[in-house]
């Protein structure tokens, strides 16, 4: 199956910081998906994006699938931005089915 | 409107025993799942439903064994539970396709 890396593990930023959290992939994939996980265990889904670029808000996020990798733009962080943010690729070609990295762990200081 | 309900968010129990854990969505999706999230976070998936049927059963004791008794509800029952089932568990549910994929709040299970 579909290996995916999460780069960095943690981070920690004062507030107002911009960061870059990178997702690469073993394979070609024809979605990707980027989730928050908060500090109370939500899961929200904040991107699909199987490839160019999305924005919401101070989020964007960037998918070349012909490299294999995505990265997850946060500007002007806040504390509310903290917890775990995950990518996720499809299980196998042609699957939408998501193997989740292991995610990269936020804290944003006041 | 909760768009997909778990029940309990919080379950302690001793080893030994059985318990369930139930989830609905209202959402209108056709697939559901569940989910395992580890104390390192790792979140894996166990089952996939799509129209109260399996389509995916990840390697999982079997021990554990989801019902599908419609498209809207996914249940998870586990049957002796032992202290590594100690976990949080996710449900989501999804359209047909990557869009739309949405979680539960999570059912934190303790086995003491």
């Known amino acids: 199956g579909i290996q995916v890396e999460q780069s960095p593990p943690d981070l920690i930023l004062q507030e107002g910081a911009n960061s870059t959290l990178r997702c690469n992939f073993s394979?070609?994939?024809?979605?990707l998906q980027w989730f928050h996980q908060n500090p109370w265990g939500q899961l929200i889904n904040l991107f699909y994006?199987?490839?160019g670029t999305k924005q919401n808000g101070r989020l964007s996020a960037t998918t070349v699938a012909t490299e294999r990798y995505s990265l997850l733009y946060i500007s002007s962080s806040q504390t509310t931005d903290s917890g775990v943010y995950f990518c996720?690729?499809?299980?196998?070609?042609?699957?939408?089915?998501?193997?989740f990295g292991r995610g990269t762990s936020l804290i944003v200081h006041p | 409107d909760t768009a997909v309900s778990q029940t309990p968010k919080y379950l302690v129990t001793q080893m030994g025993n059985d318990k369930s854990i139930k989830c609905e969505q209202n959402?209108?999706?056709?697939?559901m799942y569940w989910y395992k999230q580890d104390s390192k976070k790792f979140l894996k998936i166990m089952f996939s439903?799509?129209?109260?049927?399996?389509?995916i059963n990840e390697t999982v004791p079997n021990r554990f064994s989801p019902k599908s008794p419609d498209k809207a509800h996914l249940n998870l029952h586990i049957n002796s539970l032992e202290l590594g089932d100690s976990a949080v568990y996710f449900c989501?549910?999804?359209?047909?396709?990557?869009?739309?994929?949405?979680f539960g709040s999570g059912t934190r299970l303790t086995v003491v």
């Open positions: 996720a690729a499809p299980r196998s070609g042609g699957s939408y089915i998501p193997t």
């Open positions: 994006i199987p490839s």
């Open positions: 959402l209108g999706h056709d697939t």
């Open positions: 439903y799509n129209n109260k049927e399996l389509i």
């Open positions: 394979d070609s994939v024809n979605n």
């Open positions: 989501a549910s999804s359209p047909v396709g990557p869009y739309g994929y949405t």
